[in-house]
């Protein structure tokens, strides 16, 4: 078919009969003779009007009387009852084109698919669902005055809002790389320095070791709760926060206390000791001496609930490294008889 584009913008009479404005140099009127000079002249005027074989231009109407036929294929009733059609076409030979650029064109690329091919290659596809796909191409929106949009409207039954994407001014090309998969639940998406982007975690500085509350009646020495810790830093901080209540009978000497070294690390209660029917709460902080990881120091703030406060400082030395393992228990080394122990803590670490 692209024949036919070809032919019918040179179109030569093949076996048709066609009228155009042509202007013959000779008129004759009713019974002149006429000469044979001058009919001469006037089919040589004839013939330099006409268009030949190799092109030319026609500035008139052309009327086709008879049949239109190319290649010995006769297209005039194709041409009453059909659009101009071409032929499939490929990515090096695109059905439409451009006169010395032929392979810079549109073809068809499979069926319902429309391909658009530059220098032989095709580098854009349009499919019957209207999806475009770009062939190892790069998509660019061009900038003038203000920055380019890159928009995506929101489904036609919402309205007419977008959700757009713009470039600031850059010092130099930022080409971001996505993650291979979707991230877990509450992630974020972080980028290395190098703008690869992968999904995270969210995390904390502070992370809840343990909370728990209980009631203890035992008359001898115990640990009503405890802690296993490892892999401290130098520089993580354990914050804990107590409440106790002698109820009836007294609570003798309520600690902090490290039950793999067998050493107190904080005295909780005035003189250690919580007489029946006080309440005491506070906070402490335990922190390891910089400069050695066995010397650890502790800051009680607290109080007696409708008395005084309670608050002290202490270093205390461990056999195990505060960055070992060990474990941190809520301790006291008995209850007089018929009372009980109420109590409860929660333990924080603050990494550093």
């Given at each position: 078919m692209k024949k036919l584009l070809s032919a019918l913008t040179t179109l030569l009479l093949l076996g048709s009969s066609v009228s155009a404005q042509l202007t013959p140099t000779n008129t004759f009127s009713t019974?002149?003779?006429?000469?044979?000079?001058?009919?001469?002249?006037?089919?040589?005027?004839?013939?330099?009007?006409?268009?030949?074989?190799?092109?030319?231009?026609?500035?008139?109407?052309?009327?086709?009387?008879?049949?239109?036929?190319?290649?010995?294929?006769?297209?005039?009733?194709?041409?009453?009852?059909?659009?101009?059609?071409?032929?499939?076409g490929l990515a090096g030979d695109p059905s439409f084109s451009w006169v010395g650029d032929p392979d810079n064109g549109?073809?068809?690329?499979?069926?319902?698919?429309?391909?658009?091919?530059?220098?032989?290659?095709?580098?854009?596809?349009?499919?019957?669902?209207?999806?475009?796909?770009?062939?190892?191409?790069?998509?660019?929106?061009?900038?003038?005055?203000?920055?380019?949009?890159?928009?995506?409207?929101e489904p036609s039954g919402g309205g007419t809002s977008y959700t757009g994407f713009d470039a600031p001014a850059l010092a130099g090309n930022v080409i971001y790389t996505l993650p291979t998969a979707d991230g877990a639940a509450s992630t974020y998406l972080q980028t290395d320095g190098s703008a690869a982007l992968t999904w995270a975690a969210v995390t904390s500085p502070v992370s809840l070791l343990v909370a728990d509350n209980g009631s203890n009646s035992t008359t001898s020495a115990t640990c009503v709760d405890t802690v296993s810790l490892s892999g401290l830093t130098a520089n993580d901080t354990l914050v804990v926060y107590y409440q106790s209540k002698a109820v009836t009978q007294a609570v003798t000497d309520v600690v902090l206390h490290n039950s793999t070294d067998t050493t107190d690390l904080a005295s909780?209660?005035?003189?250690?000791?919580?007489?029946?029917?006080?309440?005491?709460?506070?906070?402490?902080?335990?922190?390891?001496?910089?400069a050695a990881a066995t010397a650890i120091h502790s800051t009680v703030k607290g109080e007696k609930i409708g008395g005084a406060d309670m608050d002290r400082a202490a270093t205390d030395t461990f056999t195990t490294a505060w960055t070992g393992s060990w474990d941190l228990c809520y301790r006291h080394t008995g209850i007089t008889s018929g009372g009980s122990h109420e109590w409860s803590w929660s333990v924080f670490k603050f990494a550093g």
């Open positions: 019974n002149q003779v006429i000469l044979a000079a001058s009919m001469n002249e006037n089919f040589t005027d004839l013939g330099g009007d006409a268009l030949d074989r190799t092109g030319g231009t026609i500035t008139g109407n052309i009327a086709v009387d008879a049949n239109i036929t190319i290649d010995g294929v006769d297209i005039s009733d194709y041409l009453a009852t059909n659009v101009l059609a071409q032929d499939s549109m073809f068809l690329s499979t069926t319902n698919a429309i391909g658009f091919a530059t220098a032989g290659t095709e580098v854009v596809t349009i499919d019957a669902s209207g999806n475009v796909s770009l062939v190892g191409g790069n998509l660019t929106l061009t900038s003038g005055a203000s920055t380019s949009e890159f928009r995506i409207n909780l209660a005035q003189a250690s000791n919580i007489s029946g029917g006080d309440i005491i709460q506070g906070m402490v902080i335990i922190r390891q001496e910089q």
